[in-house]
């Protein structure tokens, strides 16, 4: 199932005791966000394979020839936010594209988005956050925000967190929330402890029509590996 589908399901199916998350995009988060990647870019390769880290960095550290090491976060689907040691390189960069990489375009843009600040308050509708993983320089970039959260387990697991901007045209942002090493819990009533066929609330409706799903789960890094 797609993301898309599963943020449609997610919205369109709810419990009535249950109200997904919502969160404010504040002036004062954004602006701190702003700053962590001043120094930052975000490019799609345009290619119809998978593009590897490793190789794309070695590549481009040669033709760009930056005065300091480009870091590179993969974002998926040949997404990546390069992480630039100056200014004046990501500008440098910015400026004299167009850029390639095995004969494929790569488009560059500023990025806008969220911070391990932002990280805190959507963990926090979760449940007590207890570590956001950030990488070597203290920043939290990449395709998932990571943390460790305390949940009541006697409450409804949540999945969906609706980030809301302030501006009134703008549309409300939907993040999934999935969990790693989550073992039994019901598809029905989304708590952890028993299945839903052992539920109270279910009514021999089909898996489709349930709130919750497989889809909730994460694998972990030794699970992708396997």
Known sequence: MDPEELIRRCRAIKLSDEEEGRVSFKSKMKATWEK??????IGKVLHTRGVSIEGLKSVMQRVWRTSREVKIEGLGDNV????????????SILMGGPWHFDIALIVLTEPAGIG????LELGNVIGKVEEIETDATGECFGQFFKLRISVDVMKPLKKLIELEQEGEDEE???????????????????RIGHQYKECVHYKSQSKDEMSYGPWLKALTITEKLK
């Not at 962590?36 to 870019?41: D, N, Q």
């Not at 409300?172 to 989304?190: A, S, T, V």
């Open 36 to 41: 962590i990647v001043a120094g930052c870019l």
């Open 80 to 91: 990546f936010m390069f992480k630039f040691g100056t200014e004046a390189d990501k500008r």
């Open 116 to 119: 391990d600040e932002m990280a």
């Open 172 to 190: 409300d942002i939907p993040m999934r929330i999935m969990y790693e090493r989550l073992q039994d819990f019901c598809f029905c009533c989304g």
